[in-house]
Every structure is written in C-alpha cells, then in structure tokens.
C-alpha cells in the first residue's frame, strides 16, 4: 500500500503540466463560449451553453486514458513498471484515478468558470440547474471515461486503442439501427451513441435553466439506455483492472487481436453499413474497406481463414437479412 501511494503522487505530479494546459485551454472555450451567448439587445434570448461543458467532458474521456496508458504501449516502458514493487491492478487503478482527477478538476473549474461568467445575466437564468446539470454530467463522463479506458488498454498499439475508441462511438448505434431496419421498431435510439446520454441530459438541463421547457423531456426508453450506458461503465472499470492483470509483454507492439477491436468491429461495420446503404456498388465499395480493414489489422496483405470466414459469414448474415425483411 505504502509504494501504491508513492507512485500514486510520483504519477499525479507528473501530470501536473498537462492539468494545466487542460484546464487553461477549458475554461479560456467556456468563458468565450458564454460571453458569446449573451445577448445584450434581447437579452431573454441568451444561451445558457451548459453544452461546452458537456463537449469539454467528453473530450477529456476520451484523450486521457490515451495520455494515460499509452505508456504501457512500450515494451520499454512496461518492462520497468511491471519492475516495480507494486501490483499490477494497484497500476492501473492509480492510472485510472489519476486520469480521473483530471477530468474531473478541469470539468470543475470550468463549470465554476461559466457559472461566474452568467452572474450579470443571472435574472434571465434559472442557474441553480447547474447544479444537478453537472453532477449529471460528470456521472456520464465517468461511465464513457470507463468505458474508453477499457476499451483503449484491449489494444496493443496505441494507434489501434485510439481506431478502437473511434469505433465503438458508433457501434451500438449502427447495430440498433440495423435492427430497425430489420425489425422496425418504432422507437428512436439516438441514445445508443456514446455521447448521447451526456448531449440528452445537457439539453434538459438547458431549457430548464433557461426556463423554456420545465416538464421532462426524456422518454421512458432514454432513461434505461442511460442506465445501461452507466452499466457498463462500471463493468468497464473492473475489465480494464482484470485485463491489465493478464497482460502481456511480449504482445506489445504486435498485432491487436482483441475481440473488442478489429475482430468484433470490421464485421459489425460492414454488415450494419451495407443494410444502411442497400445498394450493389455501395455493397462492394463497403467489401474493399473490410478487406482493407483486415490488411490494417494484420499489418499486411496476407488474410487468415479467420478473416475470410468472418466475411463470408457476413456475407450469409446479409443475405438472410434482406430474406427476413422481405418476408417481414
């Protein structure tokens, strides 16, 4: 415990410099951001622009896990660290704590920033939903915080963790609504995108502050995609400590081959974008950026049966689709 707490504070110390080059750069976006919101001729029309926030969040959940364990991307750097007298699940949770103080000062002072930056116009806003705004928030961003982390150390690469991170933005979105062009389901699912729970509740908290829309404006459905959002999270936060504990060295470096990356999401992608696009030539465009998917993910031009079993069976998948929907 003692040497988890010295590396603890050797680690936070140095990531001082970046703290404050965050936190200038945020709140210098969340003033300018407010005083260009303010309008001085009409001004019960002003913005109350909770959604810089909610951008300087998600940004910040998404970069730090980088800056964070992209050290452990180094056969290098990792030789030494796993060296030290310290567990590796004590490694990666005081990673995961540091990066979090990070976002989580800089969301802070930048949420102080704009509430200081509204006081002249404080009697055209209903600031006290600041309040339950930014603990909202933050609990969002912890989840996607989690959830890119994790999804970020599956990879061996640093390059890979950030096309991985890049990928599942979007993946559960396109799966939802491959499903409902399968399966009509008569509801919306724009809470499926990672950011959409945090986009959902800033714009509640906007017209509640000010004071256009009072009532809810979540449907029953948008609050169990929150939920599920923050599930996951959660189980984010205990995969990245339980992975970390397996991980190994000499697979640094070498090609990512985690169910959570290119294996999972090059088949996902083509088949879900081909039933958006139901066309020929969009269907064979869409092949040619799978095969070359496959060759980034194998750093050459060489497939394994794996791949083009992967494909093929994407292919079958497609086909039965179009057969359900044309029954359907």
């Not at 999270?233 to 970390?244: D, E, R, S």
Request: glycine share 4%.
């Amino acid at each position: 415990m003692h040497n988890t707490k010295r590396y603890f504070l050797h680690h936070l110390k140095s990531v001082l410099p970046r703290l404050a080059v965050f936190t200038v750069i945020s709140v210098l976006i969340t003033v300018m951001t407010a005083n260009g919101s303010h309008s001085k001729y009409a001004p019960e029309h002003s913005d109350v622009a909770f959604y810089i926030l909610s951008v300087i969040i998600g940004f910040l959940a998404a970069v730090i896990p980088m800056f964070e364990f992209s050290v452990y991307n180094s056969k290098r750097n990792l030789d030494t660290l796993f060296s030290l007298p310290i567990s590796r699940s004590s490694l990666a949770l005081v990673h995961i704590a540091v990066g979090f103080i990070q976002m989580f000062l800089v969301f802070t002072v930048s949420t102080a920033a704009l509430f200081a930056s509204h006081l002249d116009f404080a009697e055209f806003y209903d600031l006290y939903y600041i309040i339950p705004y930014y603990f909202s928030v933050l609990g969002l961003g912890t989840a996607v915080y989690f959830i890119f982390t994790f999804i970020f150390t599956q990879a061996n690469t640093t390059l890979d963790g950030i096309v991985f991170c890049g990928l599942w933005t979007f993946n559960l979105y396109l799966v939802f609504f491959f499903l409902d062009r399968l399966f009509d389901l008569k509801y919306f699912y724009d809470m499926t995108a990672i950011y959409a729970p945090i986009n959902g509740v800033t714009t509640n908290f906007q017209y509640r502050a000010e004071m256009i829309k009072r009532e809810e404006i979540f449907a029953r459905s948008d609050a169990i995609f929150i939920t599920l959002w923050c599930v996951l999270g959660a189980l984010a936060f205990f995969g990245t400590v339980l992975a970390f504990r397996r991980k190994k060295v000499e697979r640094v470096g070498e090609v990512s081959d985690s169910i959570f990356g290119y294996t999972l999401n090059i088949p996902l992608y083509f088949v879900c974008l081909t039933s958006l696009f139901d066309d020929v030539t969009a269907t064979v465009w869409l092949t040619i950026c799978a095969v070359v998917g496959y060759f980034i993910f194998r750093r050459g031009f060489r497939l394994k049966k794996a791949d083009l079993i992967s494909i093929i069976i994407s292919f079958i998948l497609l086909c039965v689709c179009n057969v359900i929907k044309a029954l359907i």
